[in-house]
Each structure stands twice: as C-alpha cells, then as structure tokens.
C-alpha cells in the first residue's frame, strides 16, 4: 500500500528515541497517521511541525498498519507564525481541531482545502484570517453532520436581520423575533452572513458560536474538551476585546 499527496501537518507525537507518530490532513485520505522514522530529529523535526504544508508519501504493507511516512516541506507556516503569537494561535486551533474532530482515514475534501486556504491566508497577517477561521470551522460541524442554519429566522423564516442562533438548535434568530429570549441565544456576527467589515468582537463572537457546538456535538459526544488552543485563542481573543483596567 502507497500514496503520496499534498497534506497539512496536524499533530506530532514523539516514538522511541527519534522517531514521530504524525497526523496528517490529505485531499483523499483524510486525517492519516504514519511513523517518520528520525521525525523527532534535529534534522527532521522543522519538517513536521503543526500547520506545515508539505508533500507527503505513506507506504505500509497492509492497509490498516501504521505505515511509514516521509516527506518534503512545501510552506513553513508553523515557522513563519512564530512572529506573531496571534498567528500562530490560530494556526494552533485549526489544527488541533482537524486532528481531534475528524474521523480517522475518512476524506473530508472541503475541510482539507479550506485549511490550506486558512493557511495561505495567515500570511496576510492573523486579522486576515480570523474571520475565514470562523467559517472553517462552521464548514467542519456542517460536514460532520451538525451545521448551523442560518438562511432564515427559526420563528418568523425571515431572512433580514439575522442576529442571533439558537443554542439549542443552531438555527437563526432575528433582532425581531429574540425578544425576552435575547439573552439566552448566541450572537451571530454579520461577517458570517457575508454582510460587512469585522473586527476583534465579531471574530468572538464568531469562536463563541462556532465552539458552543463544536464543545457540545463533536467533542461532547468524545467526551473530550475542545482542544486547549482552541480555548487559548478563544482567551487570546477576549482578552483584546476586553475594555482596559480603570487604573483608578
């Protein structure tokens, strides 16, 4: 058994005394595991670094076995996000969410392109990609069978002004319809409905929503915990938002 494809780096666990077990993301064969032999190397480990696009080869003898992986860097990403902490925070989450997320060996083309699209996009800077972050990861709970329905308000089928989502049902809500329910729905920022400029609120508010059902449908039913950048950038994030400290 063989292939060799272009894939995303997701995770990097070391094996004896050099090697690595590494998660990739490919096109066609989804999120794909394989021992680098000297992956946890001087020589090797900037190679396999979480975010990294790089053109990887599989080989096993069976189908099921681990395999041996090897590979050739395509795009530094994890590097080049290691001078800006922000960036490299999302880089972290999309990541971490793809390897924790995603069924074993089962493709999930949109997720694969959408991430290295996020990727190309980091380059622009982290303020570029939050937004499309957001919007990846509404693609992977809608490919996973749990997306959000935002075309219409759940209670009027309206679609003008769209502003929350059920937390119960991942369906819109509009201004109108919330009523004394406001409080108990989530925001949804106008970005994800195409309409708009966004900035360090609306990302948020973004991630709140988005992570509420990932925590809930995904992770929940794993009986894990979003993964920890997740959070970290969740926490990144809010403290940006949050109004400074009164110093008197």
Request: net charge negative.
């Amino acid at each position: 058994m063989e292939w060799q494809a272009p894939a995303v780096v997701l995770d990097v666990r070391p094996h004896g005394e050099s090697g690595a077990v590494v998660t990739l993301l490919t096109e066609a064969h989804g999120r794909h595991a394989g021992l680098a032999k000297g992956g946890a190397s001087r020589a090797q480990a900037p190679l396999w670094q979480p975010g990294n696009l790089v053109e990887a080869r599989w080989v096993a003898r069976l189908a099921d076995q681990l395999g041996a992986l090897s590979g050739e860097l395509v795009h530094p990403a994890a590097a080049l996000a290691m001078e800006d902490p922000l960036a490299l925070s999302v880089l972290r989450a999309a990541t971490s969410l793809a390897e924790g997320a995603l069924p074993e060996r089962e493709a999930h083309p949109r997720i694969f392109h959408g991430l290295v699209a996020l990727i190309a996009t980091l380059a622009r800077g982290a303020e570029a990609a939050l937004p499309d972050l957001v919007r990846w990861e509404a693609d992977l709970l809608a490919d996973l069978g749990y997306g959000l329905d935002l075309a219409r308000c759940a209670v009027t089928g309206t679609q003008d002004e769209l502003a929350f989502v059920s937390p119960r049902t991942g369906r819109a809500v509009s201004e109108r319809a919330a009523g004394e329910w406001r409080d108990r729905l989530l925001p949804l920022p106008a970005f994800l409905l195409g309409q708009g400029p966004s900035g360090p609120a609306d990302w948020l508010a973004g991630l709140r929503l988005t992570g509420h059902f990932l925590a809930r449908d995904v992770f929940g039913l794993q009986h894990r915990p979003l993964p920890a950048a997740r959070e970290m950038l969740a926490d990144r994030l809010a403290a940006l938002v949050a109004p400074p400290a009164d110093p008197g």
